[in-house]
C-alpha cells in the first residue's frame, strides 16, 4: 500500500490548490476597469458655505432637496426633486434595459459585478470621503458599514449566485414518480428599493447587486438627505455596466421626497424593498396594496445585548461600545437596550462611563484626526431624543453623560448630539421601547436569564439581538427564545458579514428577508415545472375516468382505491384497495 509523507501530502494540497486557482483564472472573465469623476467636495480640504440652521427642504422652493455637510454645515448642492411624469420615464427605460439583460449568463452577470467588487477595493478612500462629507459619519465607521458589508454581499452574490438561482430539482412524490419536478427563478422584471440615508453606498448597491445578479433591473429611492452622494455612487453602477457594453438604464437611482417613493411604488415595479421606519413602511405597504405589489419591510430595531454574570467583559465590553456608538448610533441593528446580569451591573456601568466620557466628536474631514464620533444626519430629532432621555430621568433613571446636543466649539452650524449614558432604564420607560438612531447608550438590569428574556421581549422591536456567557449552550438557547429575525452568540451584529444568511425581523421590525439564498431567490418568480422523466412514459386518464363517465359509482371506487393503494401505510388497506381496483375492471 502507498504511504505519503505529510510533505508529500502538502505537495497534492498545493497542487491541487493552485491547479484549481489557474482554472478558475483562465474560464472567468477579468475584471474590467473604469473611472468615475470624483465630486470636489469629497476633498477633506474642500470648503463650502456654512448654511445657519439648514434644512434638507427648500422653504423657497418646496421641490428643491438642499444638501448639506451635517458635521459642518457646509452647503453642497441644491438638486430638485423629479416629478411623477420623470419616474415613469425612468421605469419605461429600466425595463426596456432589462429585457435584455434578461438574456445574460450567470457568467455576463458575475462579470460586472467583479468589475464592481474592483473597484470598490481601489477606490474605497473616495466612496468613504464622499459618505461622510454627506452623512456626517466618520471614516472608520463608513469603512465598516459601507465598504466591508458591500464587499462581503458581492463576494457571496459572485460565489454562490448562480447556485441558489440554478433549477431547483424536487420530489415529485410517489404519486408522480414518473415525472422530474423542478422550480425554475425567473427574474420579475424591474424591482425598486426604498432605502434609508444612514449607509447611503451599501444601502443603495446592496439591492443593485442582488437585483443584478437575479436578472432584474432596478429602481433604487435615495433618501433625500443623501442625494448628492448617491448621484456619484450611481455613477459608479452605470460606468461599470457601460464598460461591458450593458444599457446603463437597467439601474436608476431616484432621490426625492415622499412622493417620489410612492411614485415609484405605483408605477409598475413589479416587487419593493423598503428600509426605513415602521411608520412609513405601513404607507408603502398601503400604497403597495393597491397594485398588488409584494413587499419586503426592514422597519428598523431596538436590538438588546444580554449579558449574563459569567460574560468576558474584557471582550463584551468594546464590541458593545461599537454596537452603540458606531455610526453615531445610527444602524437599524445597533444595540440599544444592554441588559445586565445585576451581578456585575455596577462594574459594566462604570467602565462604560469611563470610556463614553472620553469619546471626541467633530467633523473627521475636517478635523482629520482624534475624532470618535461624527454628526447626526438627520437634524430635526434633537428634541425627540431629549424628550426621551428627560421622560425616563423623570420615572428613575440615572443620566450618567450626555442627553443632549452638542454645540461644537467650531463647527457652529454642526448637527451634534453628545455620546449618552442612561443607567437603570426599565421596561416601561419611552426609551425601552422607541428606537433612537442615536448615540445612546441604555443599561437595564437582569436578575438572571429568565428575568433578561422577559425584559427583551418586552419591546415591540425584534430585529437583531446578542447574548454573552461563556455558557454557549445557555447563550444560544436565549437566542432561540427571543423574540426576533436575528441573534449572536457573545458578538454583535455579524449575521450581516455572513451573507449568506437572511436579514430581517419580526414584529414592527417588519417582515420579509434580503441577503442570503431567501432574499436572492425572493427577486425572482418561483415556476414550477414538471416533465415526463421516463421516455414513453405520460400521464394517462384511466378510460373509467374519461369524459363522459360511464359508471359514477365505479369511478369513485377507483379513486378512492388508487387513494388508499398509494397513501394509507397500513398492508391490509393496501390489498383491499388492489381488489377494489380490480373490481372496477369488471
Sequence with gaps: MLELSWQDWAC???????????????????????????????????????????????????????????STGYHLDTIPSPAATKVKELYERTSSAQLEWSKTSFEERRAVLRSLLDFILENQEVICQVGCRDTGKTMIDASLGEVITTCAKLRWTIDNGESVLADDYRSPGLMMMYKNAKIVYQPMGVVAALVSWNYPFHNAIGPVIS???????????????????????????????????????????????ADVGEEIVRCGVKHVTFIGSPGVGKLVQKNAADHLVPCVLELGGKDCAILLKDADLVQAIPVLMRGVFQNCGQNCIGIERIIVAEEIYEKVVDEMNARIGSLRQGSVLTDGEGVDCGAMTMGNQFEKLEGLVQEAVSRGARLLRGGKRYNHPVHKHGQYFEPTLLVDVTPDMAIANNETFAPIMVIMKHRGPDDAIRIANECPYGLGSSVFSADKALAESMCLRLKVGMANVNDFAVNYLCQGLPFGGVGISGYGRFAGPEGLRGLCVPKAITTDRIPGVKTPIPPILDYPIGSAAKGWTFVESLVNLVYHPEVPAKVRALVGLAKTQL
Excluded at 477633506?44 to 434644512?55: D, Q
Excluded at 433591473?217 to 461591458?244: D, F, M, N, P, T
Aim: net charge positive.
Design 211 to 257: 437585483a443584478l445578479m437575479s436578472g432584474n433591473g432596478i429602481i433604487v429611492k435615495c433618501s433625500e438627505y443623501v442625494a448628492w452622494s448617491s448621484r456619484y455612487y450611481e455613477s459608479i453602477i452605470k460606468a461599470c455596466l457601460a464598460a461591458h457594453g450593458h444599457n446603463s438604464d437597467l439601474v436608476q437611482f431616484v432621490s426625492g421626497f
Design 12 to 70: 497534492v494540497f498545493v497542487g491541487a490548490f493552485v491547479s484549481y486557482h489557474v482554472l478558475n483564472w483562465l474560464t472567468t472573465m477579468p475584471p474590467k476597469k473604469f473611472t468615475v469623476p470624483v465630486p470636489e467636495a469629497a476633498n477633506p480640504r474642500w470648503k463650502g458655505k456654512v448654511l445657519e440652521n439648514a434644512t434638507i427642504r427648500d422653504m423657497k422652493d418646496p421641490s428643491n432637496m438642499i444638501c448639506y455637510d451635517p
